[in-house]
């Protein structure tokens, strides 16, 4: 993953802005293949005549704007990603257009910043379409499909009018999903000093995202619930994955990441080995082959067995399922950090060190950091100096997680 070279088609009415990033994009030449369009109707001719992996368009031009452009492109190849580069981020102009464009860059955001939001992007969609992970996943029958439950709240949470009342009734309805939520909101794994009663007042105090993704996660994990004979329990896997996303959540807040990406860190804890419940679901081979003798999964016999990991797995059913890009990158590298195109600490690092830690304090009586974490990606990241730290985070909330 992450090797291949990207064709990307940039579109600008101003030869100078074309130039400039003609020069200032040789650095990138291992990742991209450029070319460069004058117009709006000159870059659909290119798009007609070769095959693009994206288009980055300016929005301010004669004849066909850039949002003419990309809703042109979505109708005619829909398999290209669509980039708007923008003055402002924030512009009434782009809503219309929001179901077509892939992302909005501000010009201001600098080279670095832009390759990294395209690259991402476009390798994020290259797991998606990868051929040998699609044989792989052909061949798990009966592939999970959305659930029911967490359909309702997307299709809620995109009205106009959602709010957390709305959403709390809606899980109100099933009364299984609300004793779950209330039973984890009212646990030591987020902290809450009062009692809550209600899963209105649980979606106001967790927020909309994280609701959803314990919705999700929740029900995922139930249609495992009381299986025999498997290398690990649905519970103990479930119990992994909620004290990786309140580790890594801890972990992204000391890092002072955004507000976003710390919730980002959290969904993406309780989704990470999703791909482990597909193993579940394969006949050909038995679950207990990916497993060790600790119940951990182990990676190189994934990759020797199959040729990709969970993580690769889980990853394509969340893209598949229309999760954000940040949280379905997270899953994907969440054993190989290295691979991520974003420099600096990121929702990908605090996964990956949540989801070591929690793994060799569980099962080992000394610090093995080598054996759970890619130290020399860590080192070069400026991370490694913070991992004891850390672990003293992580023996507190192992100690005081509780049942869950």
Known sequence: MGGRVHRILFVDDDENILNGLKDGALGYGDHWEMDFAISGKDALSQLSQNTYDAVVTDTDMPEMDGLQLVNEVSRVMPEVLRFVLSARMADNKYLKSIPVIHQVITKSSGLEKFHEVVERTCRVRDLMSDPHLLRVITAIKNLPSVPALYARLVKELQSDDCSPQ?????????????????????????????????????????????????????????????????????????????????????????????????????????????????????????????????????????????????????????????????????????????????????????????????????????????????????????LASMLDQWLKLTYDLIGRFGSV
């Open 166 to 382: 709305v959403v709390g009734d809606i899980i109100a309805q099933d009364a299984a999903m609300t004793a779950r939520i209330l039973q984890l909101v009212n646990s030591a794994f987020f902290g809450v000093a009062d009692n809550i009663s209600s899963p209105q007042r649980a979606v106001t105090l967790l927020g909309m995202n994280t609701i959803k993704a314990l919705v999700l996660g929740i029900q995922i994990f139930s249609e495992f619930q009381g299986r025999r004979g498997l290398p690990i329990t649905v519970d103990a896997l479930w119990k992994h994955s909620l004290l990786v996303s309140s580790l890594a959540s801890m972990i992204a807040y000391q890092l002072n990441l955004s507000s976003q990406d710390r919730e980002d860190a959290r969904v993406s804890g309780v989704l990470h080995d999703i791909g482990i419940l597909l193993y579940f679901k394969v006949l050909y081979l038995s679950p207990g082959t990916f497993f060790n003798e600790r119940g951990l999964v182990s990676t190189e016999v994934e990759n020797q067995v199959l040729g990709i990991s969970h993580a690769e797995m889980g990853a394509y059913l969340l893209g598949m399922w229309g999760l954000p890009l940040t949280i379905v990158e997270a899953v994907a590298y969440h054993h190989t950090p290295w691979q991520q195109v974003h420099k600096g600490p990121g929702v990908v690092d605090v996964l990956h060190i949540a989801n070591g830690l929690v793994n060799m304090c569980v099962y080992e009586t000394e610090v093995l950091y080598p054996t759970y974490l890619d130290m020399d990606y860590l080192r070069q990241a400026g």
